[in-house]
């Protein structure tokens, strides 16, 4: 595969085209001499070549930021397609003078078992879950210059650019499996939050049941004096919900205070 580097990431220039054994994983098709691959967010485990892996958003977000592209306040990115579409495969809403190296050719997707938007748009798959069943994907559509942050499901075929391993990567990567691991183990699961922290982390809790059976329960950060303290055995696994800058520190606080009981 043709590749390009930028900041410290190297990037397929060219879409993914491995086809998967498991005929659910992808659907291909042959346009004149090119074969094209779209695949299915369900099963994107190891799809990349090795030493490589679909990217995150924050991934896709390094990316964006490092050449000169930032969300607006609908988690989309203007005028990224000026940069992001290859010169020759789009006729409009292209500066060809500042593309990147990404090249992106518009061929459509697969929704319901149909192709669809040839030559109108294109879309990837980023490694984030959206929910349990949908992930966060990036599409380009032909009359706009705006790189939209959408979701797709199992119904739905897009096309993949891998993004290479970084010594960051693999040691996130190690970090999560090592959390995986020790979660998976336990026989509970507390969450914490303050403020909307703490409605995120009752929603996380419930996921956490639902997908896994593990017995799970979301508590107020400032409430755990009054009992639910107690609770929280020797190693048991506290996940703390911090988003709101104006309380991270007291959340921080709390979750201190389990570390030293724990």
């Keep these: 595969y043709k590749t390009f580097t930028i900041g410290s990431q190297t990037w397929f220039a060219e879409d993914l085209s491995y086809v998967s054994p498991n005929t659910n994983d992808n659907i291909s098709i042959i346009?004149?001499?090119?074969?094209?691959?779209?695949?299915?967010?369900?099963?994107?485990?190891?799809?990349?070549?090795?030493?490589?892996?679909?990217?995150?958003?924050?991934?896709?977000?390094?990316?964006?930021?490092?050449?000169?592209?930032?969300?607006?306040?609908?988690?989309?990115?203007?005028?990224?397609?000026?940069?992001?579409?290859?010169?020759?495969?789009?006729?409009?809403?292209?500066?060809?003078?500042?593309?990147?190296?990404?090249?992106?050719?518009?061929?459509?997707?697969?929704?319901?078992s149909i192709h669809i938007g040839d030559n109108e748009l294109v879309g990837y798959w980023s490694s984030t879950d959206y929910d349990t069943e949908k992930k966060f994907l990036f599409k380009l559509i032909r009359t706009s210059s705006v790189l939209f942050m959408s979701k797709g499901g199992k119904n739905s075929y897009y096309s993949i650019r891998c993004v290479k391993d970084t010594e960051k990567w693999l040691k996130e990567k190690q970090a999560e499996e090592s959390h995986r691991k020790e979660i998976y183990e336990r026989n509970d699961v507390f969450f914490i939050g303050r403020k909307?922290?703490?409605?995120?982390?009752?929603?996380?809790?419930?996921?956490?049941?639902?997908?896994?059976?593990?017995?799970?329960?979301?508590?107020?950060?400032?409430?755990?004096k009054h009992g639910t303290i107690s609770l929280v055995d020797d190693g048991t696994p506290v996940i703390s919900i911090i988003t709101d800058k104006d309380i991270k520190e007291k959340t921080s606080i709390n979750s201190k205070q389990l570390t030293i009981l724990i």
């Design 196 to 224: 909307i922290d703490y409605a995120v982390s009752m929603e996380g809790s419930l996921k956490l049941k639902e997908v896994s059976y593990i017995h799970s329960e979301a508590y107020q950060a400032g409430e755990l």
């Design 31 to 112: 346009e004149g001499n090119k074969k094209i691959v779209f695949y299915n967010c369900t099963n994107l485990d190891n799809i990349c070549p090795k030493g490589w892996h679909i990217p995150s958003n924050e991934e896709w977000k390094e990316f964006l930021s490092n050449i000169n592209l930032h969300q607006d306040d609908d988690c989309d990115y203007p005028h990224a397609g000026k940069k992001l579409k290859s010169a020759s495969s789009w006729d409009i809403l292209v500066n060809e003078k500042k593309e990147c190296g990404f090249s992106s050719c518009p061929i459509g997707c697969i929704e319901n």
